[in-house]
């Protein structure tokens, strides 16, 4: 109430005190049914009314629905009206309140009058509803008296419909925004649905069922054009109902169907009942008439190489597909093009992948040429880590140790780098420090002059002037005895030596590389190796992986070895059962690369038909053997420990202890007596 202001009568007090109470009501209801149930006695206390109705303005059709109802004798249907056949449209179109006292003399809206008689009403008041200059619709009263309303009664009705007209304009933004939400959580969903399958089988129901949730659809297909016969076939969204998925022998003609139409003007086309049957194509024939169609749309796929098909959705219900389903339907549409064009390129590439590996076995030969490791059969990330290292010393005559298990192939490292340096046009020599007595290796590594020591009858040149200018590779270098190491390291250093026997200095220009599947640092330790040689020798180290370490390589090893063996034997030899191609990536490999190709070789050998025959027999026995001989080898170990001990009185260290006579650490012993389980009582007794 204003200060100072005083009512002219009653009805204006109750008019002010409805008006407040339907403020209250608007704020705490949302549903439109409900809040008119609400106002209705707050009406009747200023307005006499048997029937209280909201007509609102339906933009794409243009025309007006009766969305709620409060009266005796009208139904709560909500039927479409043209505006300029029902008293709301007028109003609403004119923005100007309509009081009819009689509607038996109304002729203006005969088919809205006829209704309103039917429930008995005689007279009626139509106010418009109005909201920050968006024309809404209209609120109407009706009497079942004539002449029920006059002109006084207009500013109260005029003043409830501003503020119902509020609430209304509330409702329908906020079912509005509820809607784009909806549609924008479908489009999420699709999406999500799309990206994570390539499987159209498996895509068309879920694009169906989300469709269902925001578009009034009774059917939904997906016609894809088939470039052969330059025609569109027909894909059910929902497979259930059809077989697999596909109408049977459903084609449709680009010209002369609505899908094709779509498709040729890559543009959205919408549908009513009469021009669904103007299109003669199988589809309208086989769907449209029986079922009750009364509007359908047909929406282009369209890709980045441009249309790929069409979804085409149908509905019992007449104008089903309005502006806004048709900006949704585009988005999916879009989705739906970029997931065909994913599948048919993953199809494309699952094609190609098949293509490659039969062309890789051919190609992989001549890779290993251009990457100067002919010998060398690989694609693991340890073993090119390895090649890379080679690849990267090889230009620079630095020292190489490579470091690696018995048969890894070190001495293919070596010949790589060798091939790859600047001396790659001179000798290549290898010397196995391993495979020579120990009198005779330093003969064979520096030479001897004629009558140097018994049995010398010839001068002999050693290893090292043959690779002068060029690479000696010395392989176990770990086992050169330790009075041969400091002339080797002289040689290291200034590159000059003597022959046995003379007296002579030969200088040489060599590149050494160094292999050893010994651990030099230990051995350091235990004064079998010198530091000062291991320090010139481990410029450079490369560390071979072994293959146990590499099984993605083991597959590569297998074939390559396989084809080689084959040739050679004149055999041919095209599958690996694939039990055995499993056990061969199991087994741990402990002689390695070595111990795959000779394996590989006698399986050649038994193979007297296309498919590889692995004595697969022959690795179990190994596995027991090798556990077995891990068992028996502790248990020497152990009896020799305790027999040290007794000597020794159970004592360990000092220079006569256990640790001194068994060369190793005191902690090391203590280590290993704790670990083979020897107790006081083992050793005393």
């Given amino acids: 109430m204003v200060p100072g202001r005083h009512f002219e009568s009653d009805s204006e007090l109750r008019g002010c005190k409805a008006l407040l109470e339907m403020a209250d009501i608007i704020v705490r209801h949302r549903d439109l049914g409900e809040l008119l149930r609400n106002l209705a006695p707050r009406v009747r206390d200023v307005v006499s009314f048997e029937l209280l109705w909201i007509s609102l303005h339906d933009a794409p059709t243009n025309s007006m629905r009766v969305h709620v109802s409060e009266g005796v004798g009208l139904s709560t249907a909500t039927p479409l009206e ?8 007028w109003v609403w179109q004119h923005q100007q309140s309509l009081i009819i006292s009689d509607l038996s003399a109304e002729t203006r809206f005969p088919h809205a009058v006829k209704i309103l008689e039917r429930a008995g009403i005689r007279s009626g008041c139509i106010v418009p509803l109005t909201a920050a200059q968006n024309r809404l619709g209209a609120l109407a009263l009706g009497s079942l008296e004539p002449n029920g309303y006059e002109e006084n009664d207009l500013p109260f009705l005029q003043r409830m419909a501003d503020v119902v007209a509020l609430a209304v304009d509330s409702a329908l933004t906020r079912g509005a925004f509820e809607r784009e939400k909806d549609r924008l959580q479908v489009l999420l969903d699709l999406n999500t649905a799309l990206a994570s399958s390539l499987d159209l089988s498996q895509l068309f129901p879920i694009v169906s069922g989300h469709l269902r949730k925001v578009v009034k659809q009774d059917l939904a297909t997906v016609a894809l054009f088939d470039e052969s016969t330059r025609s569109l076939k027909v894909y059910a969204l929902d497979p259930s109902a059809t077989n697999g998925g596909l109408y049977p022998g459903l084609v449709l003609p680009v010209d002369g169907s609505a899908p094709g139409r779509a498709f040729r003007e890559k543009e959205a086309l919408v549908l009513g009942r009469e021009e669904v ?22 929406i282009p796929l369209i890709s980045r190489n441009g249309p790929v098909g069409t979804l085409n959705l149908a509905s019992r219900e007449e104008n089903a597909f309005v502006p806004q389903d048709m900006t949704l339907l585009k988005q999916v549409a879009a989705q739906i093009a970029i997931a065909l064009d994913n599948a048919r390129a993953y199809s494309e590439i699952a094609e190609l992948k098949n293509k490659l590996a039969g062309e890789r076995l051919y190609l992989q030969d001549e890779i290993r040429s251009e990457l100067n490791f002919e010998e060398i059969v690989g694609e693991s990330a340890p073993l090119k880590h390895a090649l890379d290292q080679a690849k990267t010393v090889a230009p620079s005559g630095a020292t190489v ?3 690696g298990e018995t048969g890894t192939g070190k001495e293919l490292i070596a010949r790589a780098i060798h091939r790859m340096s600047t001396r790659s046009k001179a000798s290549f020599i290898k010397l196995n420090c391993a495979a020579i007595p120990t009198g005779l290796l330093e003969s064979e590594l520096f030479g001897h002059e004629k009558g140097a020591f018994t049995g010398a009858i010839s001068q ?6 043959l690779a002068d200018k060029g690479t000696l590779f010395l392989d176990e270098v770990g086992d ?7 002339k080797l390291l002289r040689v290291l250093q200034d590159q000059e030596f003597e022959r046995l026997g003379s007296i002579r200095t030969q200088r040489v220009d060599i590149r050494l590389i160094a292999a050893t599947n ?3 640092g230990e051995a350091i330790k235990h004064r079998q190796f010198r530091s000062d040689l291991f320090y010139r020798l481990n410029v450079f180290p490369i560390r071979i992986p072994p293959l146990r370490e590499r099984k993605p390589d083991i597959p590569l090893l297998v074939r390559y070895f396989v084809q080689l063996y084959a040739r050679r034997m004149n055999k041919t030899i095209d599958s690996i059962p694939a039990e055995a191609a499993a056990v061969l990536n199991n087994w741990h490999w402990p002689g390695n690369v070595r111990e795959l190709e000779n394996l590989m ?3 050649v050998i038994l193979s007297e038909s296309g498919i590889l025959r692995v004595p697969l027999s022959e690795l179990r026995v190994l596995e027991n053997d090798r556990t077995g001989a891990v068992g028996a080898l502790e248990n020497v170990e152990r009896e020799h420990i305790i027999r040290i001990l007794r000597e020794t009185g159970g004592v360990i260290s000092g ?6 006579r068994l060369g190793m650490k005191r902690t090391t012993l203590q280590s290993r007596i704790q670990k083979l389980g020897i107790s006081r009582a083992d050793y005393e007794n």
């Fill in 601 to 603: 070789e006698r399986s």
């Fill in 277 to 298: 049957a103007q299109f003669h194509a199988k589809l309208t024939q086989q769907l449209a008439p029986e079922p009750g169609f009364q509007s359908a749309c047909c």
């Fill in 518 to 520: 010994r651990d030099l």
């Fill in 460 to 465: 002999k040149i050693g290893r090292l002037e």
């Fill in 480 to 486: 050169i005895p330790l009075e041969l190491q400091p």
């Fill in 655 to 660: 220079l006569s202890g256990a640790a001194a």
């Fill in 401 to 403: 140790l490579i470091l």
């Fill in 82 to 89: 043209p505006v300029s056949e029902t008293p709301g449209g």
